[in-house]
């Protein structure tokens, strides 16, 4: 089994950054892409970013040339925000795609969340003035 736990949430205001980490233990071999998703009460859960095992990132629009999606170690991942606005607030999640990959791409449909089985609990993001 994988686990995922989520930190570094908080409150920020417009234009700020923040960054949040990640950190998987358990059978963190299994794992074949590590996604980090956002829900809120304007919007569905959705996927924000996400990275395979060769570093490779995927992020979505929202947040592109915003947020940078990088593996510290083996075990821990970060999430670093920059020019944060108020349509980020949300409950921040850590995910853990583990098995088979989604076609040739290990990422591939990273906003699809059913396809992500180990969840963290997740970090409260509010960014207000």
């Known amino acids: 089994q994988v686990r995922v736990m989520e930190s570094g949430g908080g409150s920020v205001e417009p234009g700020e950054s923040l960054s949040l980490s990640c950190e998987v233990s358990?059978?963190?071999?299994?794992?074949?892409?590590m996604g980090w998703f956002r829900h809120s009460l304007k919007k569905n859960i959705e996927g924000v970013a996400a990275i395979d095992g060769d570093g490779n990132p995927n992020y979505a629009d929202s947040v592109k040339d915003r947020f940078t999606i990088l593996k510290d170690t083996k075990s821990r991942l970060n999430l670093q925000m920059t020019r944060l606005t108020p349509d980020d607030s949300a409950m921040y999640y850590c995910?853990?795609?583990?098995?088979?990959?989604?076609?040739?791409?290990?990422?591939?449909?990273?906003?699809?969340?059913?396809?992500?089985?180990?969840w963290g609990q997740g970090t409260q993001v509010v960014v207000s003035s």
């Open positions: 358990g059978d963190i071999h299994t794992i074949t892409c």
């Open positions: 995910a853990a795609r583990v098995g088979s990959c989604i076609g040739g791409h290990c990422c591939a449909g990273f906003t699809m969340a059913d396809t992500f089985g180990a």
